[in-house]
């Protein structure tokens, strides 16, 4: 007898099982897109909801409104410009020193081999995995010490905000850094250091082209950590000088109304347009993936 019954030139045994490989392959794509969808709807459901709410008609928020306005969205300014321009101004200082030291750091540790590049690297990224709130703590008592014992005016200036955020801002730019230059091949540099370019005009000319995207992406985190930040600045701040998460935290102790609202969407589709401009002028999403 033969070793196993055959259909055609094909052993029973051997026929293709088709009917349950289907039946699975579907119900994991049918699986995918029920979690594309959940994943989905978390997201923008909570944005049409704020954006449905910034329109409401009331002092207080209740549903259904009487009526619909666009009226809280002049009130953004008058309430919050003063620390609309505290915050800007941290974050766009905070940003260009973390962009100047942290650059240079990134091509420093990506390009040169030497003692100790694992111990600085370590520790440029370290800020990263403490709490900001510690941080932020830690900061005042030493501004309060350098107070105590110098008489300089520290706490709950802008300038100490700034440096406060210099220290979780210039890891994200080292970081990026390095990821841009992660994949570009050093050929590029080294021919045009053979053809005669000094080390800064390499650096000028073939190196910063190549992490453009990098240092974009990294100059957008910092600024948008620094702008939104609330835990460190917690115990930064002072009177007449607040930042606009804090004001907005001291804002919604004593209203209760859409425009905070207002405020969120407006942010929202700032940093939309931000992103999509900065995107069809630099690469940033690839530069953020590697």
Same mark, same amino acid.
């Given at each position: 007898?033969?070793?196993?019954?055959?259909?055609?030139?094909?052993?029973?045994?051997?026929?293709?099982?088709?009917?349950?490989?289907?039946?699975?392959?579907?119900?994991?794509?049918?699986?995918?897109?029920?979690?594309?969808?959940?994943? !989905?709807?978390?997201?923008?459901?909570?944005?049409?909801?704020?954006?449905?709410?910034?329109?409401?008609?009331?002092?207080?928020?209740? #549903?259904?409104?009487?009526?619909?306005?666009?009226?809280?969205?002049?009130?953004?300014?008058?309430?919050?410009?003063?620390?609309?321009?505290?915050?800007?101004?941290?974050?766009?200082? !905070?940003?260009?020193?973390?962009?100047?030291?942290?650059?240079?750091?990134?091509?420093?540790?990506?390009?040169?081999?030497?003692?100790?590049?694992?111990?600085?690297?370590?520790?440029?990224?370290?800020?990263?995995?403490?709490?900001?709130?510690?941080?932020?703590?830690?900061?005042?008592?030493?501004?309060?010490?350098?107070?105590?014992?110098?008489?300089?005016?520290? %706490?709950?200036?802008?300038?100490?905000?700034?440096?406060?955020?210099?220290?979780?801002?210039?890891? =994200?730019?080292?970081?990026? %850094?390095?990821?841009?230059?992660?994949?570009?091949?050093?050929?590029?540099?080294?021919?045009?250091?053979?053809?005669?370019?000094?080390?800064?005009?390499?650096? =000028?000319?073939?190196?910063?082209?190549?992490?453009?995207?990098?240092?974009?992406?990294?100059?957008?985190?910092? #600024?948008? =950590?620094?702008?939104?930040?609330?835990?460190?600045?917690? #115990?930064?701040?002072?009177?007449?000088?607040?930042?606009?998460?804090?004001?907005?935290?001291?804002?919604?102790?004593?209203?209760?109304?859409?425009?905070?609202?207002?405020?969120?969407?407006?942010?929202?589709?700032?940093?939309?347009?931000?992103?999509?401009?900065?995107?069809?002028?630099?690469?940033?999403?690839?530069?953020?993936?590697?």
């Amino acid at each position: 007898m033969p070793d196993s019954l055959a259909i055609g030139d094909q052993p029973l045994d051997a026929r293709p099982r088709g009917g349950s490989a289907a039946v699975v392959e579907r119900g994991g794509r049918v699986v995918a897109a029920a979690l594309a969808c959940c994943g !989905a709807a978390v997201v923008v459901v909570p944005l049409l909801l704020t954006l449905y709410l910034s329109a409401f008609d009331e002092s207080l928020i209740v #549903f259904p409104p009487r009526g619909y306005t666009l009226r809280w969205y002049t009130g953004i300014l008058p309430e919050f410009g003063g620390a609309l321009r505290t915050s800007a101004i941290t974050a766009v200082t !905070a940003t260009a020193i973390s962009l100047m030291a942290g650059v240079p750091a990134g091509i420093g540790l990506a390009r040169h081999r030497f003692r100790g590049r694992e111990a600085i690297a370590m520790l440029l990224l370290a800020p990263l995995t403490v709490p900001g709130i510690a941080i932020g703590l830690g900061i005042f008592v030493l501004a309060v010490m350098i107070e105590e014992r110098t008489g300089l005016a520290l %706490s709950g200036t802008v300038g100490l905000m700034a440096a406060a955020h210099v220290l979780v801002t210039l890891p =994200w730019v080292v970081r990026l %850094s390095l990821a841009a230059l992660a994949n570009h091949d050093m050929a590029t540099e080294e021919a045009a250091a053979s053809l005669g370019a000094s080390p800064l005009r390499v650096i =000028w000319r073939v190196t910063l082209p190549a992490m453009r995207g990098g240092i974009v992406a990294g100059a957008l985190f910092s #600024f948008i =950590w620094s702008f939104e930040n609330l835990d460190m600045t917690l #115990f930064l701040t002072a009177p007449g000088v607040t930042t606009l998460p804090i004001a907005v935290l001291g804002y919604l102790q004593y209203h209760i109304d859409p425009l905070v609202a207002a405020l969120a969407v407006a942010q929202i589709v700032l940093v939309g347009a931000a992103l999509i401009l900065l995107d069809r002028i630099v690469p940033v999403a690839r530069a953020v993936a590697r």
